[in-house]
């Protein structure tokens, strides 16, 4: 009898004995205070511990991990067998580090007292550490597309005896460009495996490769009203871009925020939004750090570990580093600017609101968001409700239509008008064009009532075409063209010149063999070996016409010296 039934209160129901799992397990899923399984798990884990192929759809935060998790560490202590170098049994692939990381820790967490072994492989650490490892034996093998397919590369991940392949955030993989990489290890992988998928969405894309991967899959699916958890309470605030940054500042101040999370596009913009944020709170106990891509993955451990532990209450991400996210108790997640893709607010709103606590998503809309909005709303199946009473607040409604790109003309020209000096100068404009076409609209008339003969352009390959003077006039290039100029032969003039007496050329170099030479060829150097000097004038060497240089002056012809 426990101390809850001996003092008169009804212990918590445990249902996860009805899995059937290794008391190791329980014991560890008892230790972290897990009683009730999630829906997500009820429907997953059978399927799973049977060996199916399966294709989950859950929103983020309902579970999935240990959907997954918990029946494979039961599969592996049933029939555990010491694993090869080299080649792990379980393969788990994810996204992003932080996810991988997350999933490792789990793992680890749910498979102590037991002889299983799991290694966490991702991009931004060491390959020696990962390397050894795996070359000692792994169980599983949690690991990014990118890493893995680096390591099956170098030959130091075969799987030749990985029996289960799982796919979480598939959506999210192929949003990253992974779908290429997940192909390559699906090639790899044996004939009879188990396939595993779990995604927040399922979109065509997600079907696609599901229908590539999974052979017969049971397909379960967490009953929703929404997409996203129903412990998440939206807040639209209608601001423009240029008061964004005052906004956040004065909603930050708010004492309620546990942890805030907050988000922007790109990894300029959150490091950008950071130094404002550091700048605005200087002086106070705040501290705010920023998360993305770039960062070396020791600094991001580092500074997720902060966040986790509340030493840092503010954490500007972007939407790639902040998949893989799970920490407890972020109680705001801000969006400073709306994602390009909606399903990436899914993901983003889903770090709060997490087993069973409240959380609030506020998203920040400028006159240039409004088509993001429409589609998040769509996509969310949920009007996001918007907050009138913050001071930056403003009626999108009287902005101009955005949806196409263009603003409101009767509103622009309006608000052109009442620029200074915009006036004056849009009155000169259209007097200017009215009195141009005044001048120029009658004469115009007149040349097209006559036309003129039309010129014909000059084709030389017509040679019935009739060039005449008068199209030309004294143009001197044009008359040679048209033969006004004496024809020019130049070979033959060349030809003439050489016949001509040479005088002293002749004396000089003898007479002109009976040959013709060619135009050009003269060679000046056989004229000197005609002339004999010295003692070996009889015994001519081929020189080209130079003579070495001889220091006592018995060279002869030009270069010699005395």
Do not use: W
């Not at 190791?24 to 205070?33: L, M, N």
């Not at 993989?173 to 790899?188: A, S």
């Not at 509340?310 to 996210?325: E, N, P």
């Not at 060349?494 to 000089?508: H, Q, V």
Request: glycine fraction near 8%; charged fraction near 35%; proline fraction near 5%.
């Amino acid at each position: 009898m426990t101390l809850e039934n001996a003092q008169g209160v009804d212990a918590p129901v445990f249902d996860f004995d009805k899995f059937g799992f290794d008391k190791a397990i329980i014991k560890s899923i008892k230790k972290e205070s897990f009683n009730t399984p999630t829906p997500i798990q009820d429907l997953a884990i059978p399927y799973v511990m049977g060996g199916s192929d399966l294709m989950g759809i859950a929103q983020t935060g309902s579970g999935k991990t240990a959907a997954f998790s918990l029946p494979i560490i039961n599969k592996l202590i049933d029939d555990y067998q010491k694993p090869e170098s080299h080649k792990p049994k379980v393969l788990i692939l994810a996204p992003t580090r932080e996810l991988v990381m997350q999933i490792g820790k789990f793992i680890e967490i749910m498979s102590r007292g037991t002889p299983i072994k799991n290694l966490v492989v991702a991009g931004g650490q060491s390959y020696q550490p990962q390397i050894r490892k795996l070359k000692y034996g792994v169980d599983i093998l949690i690991s990014t597309p990118g890493r893995l397919i680096d390591h099956m590369g170098s030959n130091n991940v075969r799987l030749d005896e990985c029996r289960t392949f799982i796919l979480d955030e598939a959506d999210r993989m192929l949003d990253m460009g992974f779908i290429d990489d997940v192909i390559e290890v699906r090639k790899n992988l044996p004939e009879d495996h188990q396939t595993v998928m779990f995604s927040a969405t399922m979109n065509e894309k997600v079907r696609k490769l599901s229908g590539e991967l999974l052979k017969n899959p049971e397909y379960v699916e967490q009953e929703r009203k929404t997409v996203v958890a129903d412990t998440i309470a939206h807040r639209l605030m209608n601001v423009r871009r240029k008061d964004k940054l005052a906004l956040l500042i004065s909603l930050l101040q708010d004492e309620t925020i546990d942890k805030a999370l907050v988000f922007a596009r790109t990894k300029l913009g959150a490091d950008k939004l950071c130094d404002e944020l550091k700048a605005a709170f200087e002086g106070t106990d705040m501290r705010i750090d920023a998360i993305h891509g770039d960062k070396k993955q020791r600094t991001r451990e580092k500074i997720l570990l902060n966040y986790r532990k509340g030493r840092t209450k503010v954490l500007v991400a972007t939407d790639v580093a902040a998949r893989g996210i799970d920490v407890e108790g972020i109680s705001h997640v801000i969006n400073y600017e709306l994602p390009i893709e909606a399903e990436n607010y899914i993901h983003r709103v889903g770090r709060t609101g997490r087993a069973g606590v409240r959380g609030l998503a506020i998203s920040f809309c400028d006159p240039s968001d409004v088509r993001l909005l429409r589609e998040i709303e769509k996509l969310i199946k949920l009007p996001i409700e918007v907050d009138e009473e913050q001071r930056f607040h403003f009626d999108i409604a009287d902005v101009g239509d955005f949806k196409k790109g263009k603003r409101n003309k009767a509103r622009s020209s309006k608000t052109m008008s009442r620029r200074p000096g915009r006036e004056p100068s849009v009155k000169q404009e259209k007097k200017k064009a009215k009195s141009f076409k005044a001048d120029h609209q009658r004469p115009l008339r007149e040349k097209s009532e006559k036309p003129e003969r039309a010129k014909k352009a000059y084709d030389p390959l017509q040679d019935s075409y009739q060039l005449g003077a008068a199209e030309f006039g004294d143009d001197p290039v044009l008359k040679k063209l048209h033969g006004k100029a004496g024809k020019i032969k130049p070979a033959k003039v060349k030809a003439k010149k050489r016949e001509e007496p040479k005088g002293k050329r002749e004396k000089l170099y003898g007479k002109k063999s009976e040959k013709p030479a060619a135009v050009g060829r003269e060679k000046p150097s056989s004229k000197r070996r005609e002339k004999p000097k010295g003692k070996n004038s009889g015994k001519q060497k081929q020189t080209g016409g130079f003579t070495r240089f001889s220091p006592k002056g018995k060279s002869s012809g030009r270069r010699g010296t005395k």
